[in-house]
């Protein structure tokens, strides 16, 4: 776990929970698995405290927690999915581009509250698009439920494991802490609910009309609350599940930009049908035949039976090698090569890097390396055609940079200079590493600045949604427009300025930060598969 990791855990926990929750979960993070009172004494923070803390972590899966043999429940947390917060945005969005509105306020919900009975979340999404929605006009449950269906069927929300019905009927003193199982095939099982009904608007203005106080009002729900019927079964965001989505895009596009929208369209086809079949983390996709791809290419896409083996061919024999054939029954069967398109990306990344930060130049030296493996300095300067002193430069200054590395080749058990070889080499997966790094510490000063940014015009901020929240409710009354262009007059000019340049700021700093975790998306995704080889 290095500094930038922690820094950047600190921040995301901070801006999502608060002070609390980040001392306990960085705690945690720096010293490992321990128990609730080492915590509290370590931290300095009361019992009571930690408790809640942990809860809420515990509930965004950030800590897991296990007994030990003596019996003491000992709390660890999960760095790399406190990391995934960063992601949130693009969970959300990649729902909506997917199952519109109601998929997106699904999985916010899931992703806000960590996890949800599904009873729960198609409510209050049906509530939530109600509100949004023209007067007359509401959101139905059952809609709602069935994007919920279409989520968990394509394995975008998974249940949550749960106590076993036999530990709730033992009769014997209760263990430390729940064992919580979950069995595979019951992963992405929807409960048969009778959701009926509509979404709700929330009528404040007319209960306050009616002039009675709200603590004297009769507590008509509370008495005869209906039991839930899906009570106990919850629903969480499957994370993976989205990175196999933002992998399989990345290759798309990858394919896309290499050859042409035909090519990209076959390899879109051929992931599609082996999505939900094939495991995340497989170095292959599952085996398909040319006769399943022709017949599950999307309807209307006119290519004929011929021109698709051809397409296939050329796919198989391009060097990258995306797509493999791995036998020829069925017209052909063939696989697409995760492993290999994640480390045709990782490396496009690499170069792009070195091209941007050193030049044209390097990046042809860069590349000349990664294609000839072995390269004295004297090969490097012929065969790049660049002069002595150049080559020199450029390859010590990427040296420095831990972008190539140097391996010593000793003619004799002295390692004497004059009898060794000095040969430059690239190894990707150092290279992707030593990049992760800088793109942690990257986004950790990404949020820094955004964070000085809004702090620093924090009185103008608070003012300016004042004179919003004032027109707003001028709006609803009915004022005139005279009215409200005074109230509007109350920013002036340059603050009005003062706020543009804000907003556009801190765009650019959202954007950046996405685009900075869509790097971090591909290099892990590399070291990942790497170290599953």
Not at 475 to 490: D, H, K, P, S, V
């Amino acid at each position: 776990m290095t500094q930038a990791e922690i820094k950047l855990c600190s921040l995301l926990l901070q801006e999502h929970f608060g002070e609390i929750v980040e001392k306990i979960g960085v705690h945690l993070i720096r010293n490992g698995s321990q128990s609730l009172r080492v915590i509290a004494h370590d931290t300095g923070t009361s019992l009571d405290q930690v408790k809640k803390a942990l809860c809420v972590l515990i509930q965004h899966n950030l800590v897991i927690y296990q007994v030990h043999k003596r019996g003491v429940v000992e709390y660890e947390a999960q760095c790399s999915r406190v990391l995934r917060m960063l992601r949130y945005p693009r969970y959300i969005y990649t729902a909506k581009t997917l199952y519109s509105d109601t998929g997106e306020l699904i999985v916010e919900e899931l992703l806000l509250n960590g996890k949800m009975t599904m009873s729960a979340v198609v409510k209050k999404v049906a509530d939530r698009l109600t509100e949004t929605m023209e007067d007359g006009k509401t959101m139905d449950y059952a809609e709602v439920s069935n994007t919920f269906m279409r989520l968990a069927d394509t394995h975008f929300v998974q249940r949550c494991p749960m106590v076993p019905a036999t530990e709730n009927s033992d009769p014997g003193p209760p263990p430390p802490a729940p064992t919580l199982v979950i069995n595979e095939k019951d992963m992405y099982l929807v409960p048969k609910l009778s959701l009926i009904g509509k979404g709700k608007r929330r009528r404040s203005s007319e209960d306050d009309a009616a002039g009675e106080p709200k603590a004297k009002r009769p507590k008509h729900t509370t008495d005869n609350k209906e039991p839930i019927p899906d009570d106990g079964i919850y629903w969480q965001a499957n994370l993976d599940r989205f990175h196999q989505h933002f992998r399989d895009q990345a290759i798309v596009s990858a394919v896309a930009n290499r050859m042409d929208q035909t090519s990209s369209e076959i390899v879109r086809t051929m992931l599609r049908v082996s999505e939900v079949t094939t495991p995340s983390g497989a170095p292959f996709t599952q085996p398909l035949s040319s006769h399943e791809i022709f017949r599950s290419l999307p309807v209307g896409y006119n290519i004929a039976k011929q021109v698709l083996d051809q397409y296939l061919t050329l796919l198989a024999d391009d060097p990258l090698e995306f797509v493999g054939k791995s036998g020829d029954s069925g017209g052909g069967m063939y696989v697409i090569n995760l492993h290999k398109a994640l480390g045709s990306l990782a490396t496009a990344t690499l170069e792009s890097v070195v091209q941007e930060r050193f030049g044209s130049r390097c990046a042809r030296i860069f590349r000349l390396v990664l294609q000839k493996k072995h390269l004295e300095q004297k090969q490097v300067e012929d065969f790049a055609m660049i002069p002595a002193k150049e080559a020199k430069d450029m390859l010590y200054k990427m040296l420095s940079e831990n972008f190539i590395s140097l391996q010593e080749i000793p003619k004799t058990p002295d390692h004497a200079p004059s009898r060794t070889f000095y040969l430059y080499t690239v190894s990707i997966l150092s290279a992707a590493r030593m990049l992760l790094h800088r793109c942690y510490k990257s986004i950790a000063n990404l949020i820094e600045r955004r964070q000085f940014e809004t702090k620093e015009n924090k009185r103008l901020l608070e003012k300016s949604q004042r004179v919003e929240a004032i027109i707003a409710s001028m709006q609803a009354t009915g004022a005139e427009e005279a009215q409200l262009q005074e109230i509007e007059e109350m920013i002036t000019a340059p603050e009005r300025q003062q706020l543009e340049t804000l907003k556009r700021n801190v765009n650019k700093l959202d954007a950046s930060e996405i685009q900075v975790d869509e790097t971090i998306f591909l290099l892990e995704s590399y070291i990942e598969s790497t170290m599953k080889r």
